[in-house]
T-cell receptor
Framework: KQEVTQIPAALSVPEGENLVLNCSFTDSAIYNLQWFRQDPGKGLTSLLLIQSSQREQTSGRLNASLDKSSGRSTLYIAASQPGDSATYLCAVKSRRDDKIIFGKGTRLHILP | NAGVTQTPKFRVLKTGQSMTLLCAQDMNHEYMYWYRQDPGMGLRLIHYSVGEGTTAKGEVPDGYNVSRLKKQNFLLGLESAAPSQTSVYFC??????????????FGDGTRLSIL
């Protein structure tokens, strides 16, 4: 059974700092891994998707890496801004049964 | 392009009532998913479908039924609502082929309260 864990559960950092969010998964038989952002009371917005054959993806100040063999992914946010405050979720799509399983998320607060 | 549309956005039910949540996508996606999101629990997969006429159980399927009679629609049914089913429900869809940078698309959610 695929399990996805995100550490830390919550994080507060001063504006301008670079930060890393972590995601780990137990079964490496995946199609892809996605990082999402969710604002309070809102739906999910896809940030980055990494195919299982890829090592990283970049979009603006965001960089996501994937080490499938060790079951780990990181989301790097450069020069954090108060607008980055949100909950960040990672999700993996399993090759075994097509399920997409989510972690519980990291609640990020950027201090002005 | 509407993407993924969930109907209704809000609903209050009494225990024992039944209702159906509708998810519609206009992107010709093969895969569709229903999740529930509860505080501190993240998103949990209820049921999913890999194509028209197919359904499969997710992590928390009990108390729910689904149907995928048309490719663009995925219905989630509660036959006898219980207070434990109070949650925010999200629908998502994705393509069959794993083309790079084609993410899973989410609806805006349905807030359901069972009294």
């Amino acid at each position: 059974k695929q399990e996805v864990t995100q550490i830390p559960a919550a994080l507060s950092v001063p504006e301008g700092e670079n930060l890393v969010l972590n995601c780990s998964f137990t079964d490496s038989a995946i199609y892809n891994l996605q990082w999402f952002r969710q604002d309070p009371g809102k739906g999910l917005t896809s940030l980055l998707l990494i195919q299982s054959s890829q090592r990283e993806q970049t979009s603006g100040r965001l960089n996501a890496s994937l080490d499938k063999s060790s079951g780990r992914s990181t989301l790097y946010i450069a020069a954090s801004q108060p607008g980055d405050s949100a909950t960040y979720l990672c999700a993996v799509k399993s090759r075994r049964d097509d399920k997409i399983i989510f972690g519980k998320g990291t609640r990020l607060h950027i201090l002005p | 392009n509407a993407g993924v549309t969930q109907t209704p956005k809000f609903r209050v039910l009494k225990t024992g009532q039944s209702m159906t949540l509708l998810c519609a996508q206009d992107m010709n996606h093969e895969y569709m998913y229903w999740y529930r999101q509860d505080p501190g629990m993240g998103l949990r997969l209820i049921h999913y479908s890999v194509g028209e006429g197919t359904t499969a159980k997710g992590e928390v399927p009990d108390g729910y039924n689904v149907s995928r009679l048309k490719k663009q629609n995925f219905l989630l049914g509660l036959e006898s609502a219980a207070p434990s089913q109070t949650s925010v429900y999200f629908c998502a869809s994705s393509i069959l082929l794993e083309i790079a940078n084609q993410p899973q698309h989410f609806g805006d959610g349905t807030r359901l309260s069972i009294l």
